[in-house]
């Protein structure tokens, strides 16, 4: 995409109030030449949290940075919302993305991840493909529109104890989350050689760091370990994943956007591959460093690891992502600036001064819970 274009875009953003995204957005307007604006639409389900962007709300909501609630799936909204704004570029980031909750209810993961990425395909097809302005292009990568869609490494299901994930892996999902994923990426391609649609995708690891919803694995530890409550390990802790600094992955995004060819995937990931027992492990040590266990009256003498607790494994359990950056590499020139140590340090720093987000988040989630499990009959 040429530059100057670029630059001053209109970026439609979905899942925008979620982890990833909201980290997205504050990276777009803090670390990128980006002058455009930013359209931030979200449904604002329990993972979803406005006050995941109060300081970006605060400084461009008047000027450059507009949120919308809406489902991905209501078409009219998704049309409407592209048009008023003339949006040329999307960045789909929402989506269902816990393992657990999709093994427990499969059908919103179907919905969202499948339903609402056709939902969003269909409206930019309807506004950038059959408008009079055909200014889209397919064979390179100065195309005016873009439609970058952000995926798993786990639709390509689980490794042995070598080799790595290459963006020409077969598919092959485990759990409801990454078949929906794998449904979703073989549908947004089809739409790059069916309709001429610029599209690109990315495949990301596991990410981690601020304003990550405290059910996954790291701010669960953090945070459960500051109460003094268990830290569950599924099985025997020793299935392997790579992790991925959140900032990171925004760059990444950002170097796809600004060099990346259309019709093209590219694998993100940390160069980071560690055992689940060494990321709590990691995790322990980091909480000793800034906030000591004796000097913590919810662990009554004990010290952080003394709470692990090994838990059932769960249905469907993968045992080993890894995944190949080099094409993103050689590509893009992008890398992961932190390694785990780094990025671990500044995740639990975050959550020890953060505590009033925390709180907010965890009330939030509650009244919505209560919202579904209580509504008036």
């Known amino acids: 995409m040429k530059k100057s274009k670029l630059e001053r875009a209109v970026i439609f953003v979905t899942g925008g109030a979620g982890f990833i995204g909201s980290n997205f957005i504050r990276y777009m307007f803090k670390n990128t030449a980006f002058k455009g604006k930013i359209i931030n639409y979200d449904k604002l389900t329990y ?5 995941n962007l109060e300081d970006v709300a605060q400084k461009y909501g008047k000027t450059r940075y507009v949120f919308v609630k809406g489902d991905i799936c209501d078409y009219k909204k998704v049309f409407h919302t592209l048009k008023k704004h003339a949006v040329t570029i999307i960045v789909h980031f929402a989506a269902e993305s816990h393992v657990d ?14 339903h609402g990425t056709f939902t969003l395909l269909e409206a930019v097809r309807a506004l950038w493909l059959c408008s009079p302005d055909k200014r889209q292009a397919t064979d390179n990568k100065q195309s005016y529109y873009r439609f970058h869609h952000v995926s798993t490494d786990e639709v390509y299901g689980s490794l042995g104890g070598t080799g790595s994930f290459s963006e020409t892996t077969p598919y092959d999902p485990r759990s409801p989350y990454s078949a929906s994923k794998a449904a979703s990426d073989h549908i947004v391609r089809a739409y790059f050689h069916t309709y001429g649609l610029a599209v690109t995708i990315s495949n990301c690891s596991n990410n981690y760091g601020p304003y990550h919803y405290p059910e996954k694995l790291i701010p669960l530890l ?3 370990a500051l109460e003094g409550k268990s830290l569950p390990v599924y099985g025997d802790g020793k299935n392997v994943r790579d992790w991925l600094y959140v900032e990171d992955h925004c760059c990444a995004v950002w170097e796809i956007l600004r060099k990346g060819r259309p019709g093209e995937t590219y694998n993100v990931g940390g160069n980071c ?27 009554k003498g004990r010290k952080y690891a003394d709470l692990v607790t090994f ?19 050689r590509e893009l ?14 995740a639990v720093q975050w959550y020890l001064e953060n505590g009033g987000w925390v709180k907010k988040i965890k009330d939030a989630s509650y009244a919505l819970w209560l919202k579904k499990n209580y509504r008036r009959r």
């Open 47 to 51: 993972a979803g949290n406005l006050a």
């Open 101 to 114: 909750r999709s093994i427990c209810g499969p059908k919103d993961f179907i919905e969202t991840n499948v």
């Open 333 to 346: 020139g992008w890398k992961p600036a932190h390694d785990f140590e780094g990025g671990l340090k500044a």
């Open 311 to 329: 838990v059932k494994d769960r249905p469907g359990h993968d045992r080993r992502y890894a995944i190949n950056a080099s094409k993103i590499k």
């Open 222 to 224: 953090i945070l459960n």
């Open 273 to 299: 591959e560690m055992k689940n027992m060494d990321v709590v492990h990691a995790v322990c040590r980091r909480l000793e460093l800034a906030r000591p266990a004796a000097a913590n009256p919810a662990l």
